[in-house]
């Protein structure tokens, strides 16, 4: 569907699953949004039809956009309000996390003199080699990541 048969089918503000970069078909772990649109569709750059959509700051491509009803975006909104409250919103000091094969393990979270937001910093690694680094809100949000404390514990 190009960006005129968008416009024409539907309101700003419908309620749609919005999916960054990639869908979950081609990459599983791809993020997906829970969402609704916040402009009309617009030809981007002569060659793509794009929308874009509340809590996120780039437009996406309407290939990526799948409109679904009010009560399956309700449906999936108190989904995710379930994984926050047990997964939590950020990671933890003292907790150890696992997407894939990658596994971090958070020592402290530090706030940027600057700019603000907060940041987890840790340990990250795969297969025994391990670097120091931190990681913000969008790294959290954008992987599933497992909170496997306990595993490694065991």
Known sequence: MNAAEFNARFDIGIPVFAYPGARREDIPSARRLVTRTRSEATRLGGHTDVVWVDGHSGCIALTHIDVVTEDEWQ???????????????????????????YRFQCEYLAKHPVYGHTDAWGWFGR???????????????????????EEVAA
Do not use: C, I, L, M
């Not at 297969?127 to 404390?149: I, K, L, P, Y």
């Open 75 to 101: 449906a999936a909104k108190a989904a995710e309000e379930t994984v926050k409250a047990v997964k939590g919103d950020f990671f933890q000091p003292g907790r150890t996390y696992a997407h894939d094969v």
């Open 127 to 149: 297969n025994g080699a391990w670097r120091h680094t931190s990681f913000g809100r969008s790294q959290f949000e954008a992987r599933d990541w497992a909170d496997v404390t």
